[in-house]
């Protein structure tokens, strides 16, 4: 049987971007991943400018990380230790299937 496999998906403030991109080359070489601004949505306006408030959405950048389940535990393990209190979301969903069209 195969091993489980899995997308995680960041929103990370702008601020982190640096600091993401390094943890999450450190982790995963082999098969990379993904990166692109969004316009983060939510009700709570914790850490939100005055800005931010009044136009409803935040700047932030999504990651996209395919990883394995044993690499799984490792990426969160690893987010929790440097970005605890970073107000990233995450989400983190099984692979039905993927390939290369």
Same mark, same amino acid.
């Given at each position: 049987? $195969?091993?489980?496999? @899995?997308? =995680?998906? &960041? $929103? =990370?403030?702008?601020?982190? *971007?640096? !600091?993401?991109?390094?943890?999450?080359? &450190?982790?995963?070489?082999?098969?990379?991943?993904?990166?692109? !601004? +969004?316009?983060?949505?939510?009700?709570? !306006?914790? /850490?939100?400018?005055? +800005?931010?408030?009044? !136009?409803?959405?935040?700047?932030?950048?999504?990651?996209?990380? @395919? =990883?394995?389940?044993? /690499?799984?535990?490792? &990426? &969160?393990? %690893?987010?929790?230790? *440097?970005?605890? /209190?970073? $107000?990233?979301? @995450?989400?983190?969903?099984?692979? +039905?299937? %993927? /390939? =290369?069209?």
């Amino acid at each position: 049987m $195969n091993e489980a496999e @899995y997308l =995680v998906t &960041l $929103n =990370v403030p702008l601020s982190l *971007e640096d !600091a993401v991109v390094d943890c999450l080359l &450190l982790l995963e070489a082999e098969r990379g991943f993904s990166s692109f !601004a +969004v316009n983060a949505h939510h009700h709570e !306006a914790k /850490g939100l400018s005055l +800005v931010e408030q009044v !136009a409803g959405r935040q700047k932030a950048l999504r990651f996209q990380i @395919y =990883v394995s389940e044993a /690499g799984l535990q490792d &990426l &969160l393990a %690893q987010l929790r230790e *440097e970005f605890t /209190g970073g $107000n990233i979301q @995450y989400w983190v969903l099984p692979i +039905v299937e %993927q /390939g =290369v069209i």
